[in-house]
């Protein structure tokens, strides 16, 4: 069972044991009126969950495999992780005053970052306001993010998209894209990523499958 410490008040942790599995893994919760749901099938390991200050919300789907790494969530802020969503090593989310969605099926190598804040200001010198504020990140389902990829602020990963390696990615895609590049560009459009590099024809995976007829006419609309 994953570590719990509550150090505050009216906090709402609730954690489904079945089939959960944990490994020098913890969740701590440093402020009040936070929910965090946790659903069958995850597992964790060597893995941390900090939460801080108030109204925080975080929901983690079942069958999420986490190897790695820490979430950090604060002020106002929600995460929702889809089902079956797997993540290496070296994770690093920062969601702070914003939203944090990802998708179903989605998969990441080692050193997954996304943040929807810059963590310290910038502010303009005419009138001292803030100008970089932070902003929602939106990974749609069946994304595959590469060794080292990051999702910066106010980012739109479209559905069944393959982020590539060591790139940078800080805008909004289509459907069926490949991505690359610091900052990321569109490779190509059209295209459809397998777990398995050895099928006969990509129908042959019923994941894939699965996502090429529930976003075909966003697959359409990129020919």
């Known amino acids: 069972m994953i570590k719990i410490q509550d150090k505050g008040n009216f906090n709402v942790i609730k954690v489904n044991k079945m089939n959960h599995q944990s490994d020098n893994s913890s969740i701590q919760v440093l402020g009040n009126n936070n929910t965090i749901y946790i659903e069958s099938r995850c597992s964790f390991k060597d893995f941390r969950?900090?939460?801080?200050?108030?109204?925080?919300?975080?929901?983690?789907?079942?069958?999420?495999?986490?190897?790695?790494?820490?979430?950090?969530?604060?002020?106002?802020?929600?995460?929702?992780?889809g089902e079956r969503s797997s993540f290496g090593p070296r994770l690093e989310f920062v969601v702070e005053s914003a939203k944090l969605n990802i998708g179903d099926d989605c998969m990441?190598?080692?050193?997954?970052?996304?943040?929807?804040t810059d963590t310290h200001g910038i502010y303009n010198l005419e009138d001292g306001k803030l100008i970089n504020k932070p902003r929602d990140v939106t990974v749609g389902d069946y994304v595959w993010f590469g060794k080292d990829a990051t999702v910066l602020k106010g980012a739109n990963v479209g559905p069944c998209n393959i982020v590539a390696m060591n790139s940078m990615f800080t805008k909004e895609s289509g459907g069926f894209e490949f991505w690359g590049g610091s900052p990321a560009k569109k490779i190509r459009s059209n295209v459809m990523w397998s777990k398995s590099a050895h099928l006969n024809n990509v129908d042959?995976?019923?994941?894939?499958?699965?996502?090429?007829?529930?976003?075909?006419s966003k697959g359409k609309e990129v020919l």
């Not at 019923?206 to 529930?214: D, F, I, L, Q, V």
């Open 49 to 81: 969950l900090i939460v801080r200050g108030d109204n925080n919300s975080i929901t983690i789907k079942r069958g999420v495999w986490f190897l790695g790494g820490a979430i950090s969530v604060a002020s106002f802020s929600k995460l929702e992780i």
């Open 108 to 116: 990441a190598a080692a050193g997954l970052t996304i943040r929807t």
């Open 204 to 216: 042959d995976d019923k994941y894939a499958r699965t996502y090429m007829e529930k976003y075909s």
